[in-house]
């Protein structure tokens, strides 16, 4: 390990756990091949996009015994 580095790890774990949190967060995401960022981002999107028509009344809701009764009939 090089001597900078070591400086660098010494310095992070003298961090508050949530700054050594939000550290670790750049860190693995500057890791992160870019189109998987985009294809998070959209995600992220697609999510909001549907708990706000949740939220608004505008999707169809099933109850989880017929969502489970549905896949048990499926995997048959």
């Not at 390990?1 to 756990?17: D, Y």
């Not at 992160?32 to 939220?55: C, G």
């Amino acid at each position: 390990m090089s001597t900078t580095l070591k400086e660098l790890e010494h310095q992070a774990r003298s961090l508050s756990p949530e700054e050594r949190a939000r550290l670790a967060d750049v860190l693995l995401e500057s890791l992160r091949d870019a189109p998987v960022a985009e294809i998070e981002a959209a995600w992220d999107l697609e999510i909001e996009s549907r708990v706000a028509a949740f939220d608004r009344g505008e999707l169809a809701t099933f109850s989880a015994e017929d969502v489970f009764a549905e896949a048990r009939r499926l995997a048959r």
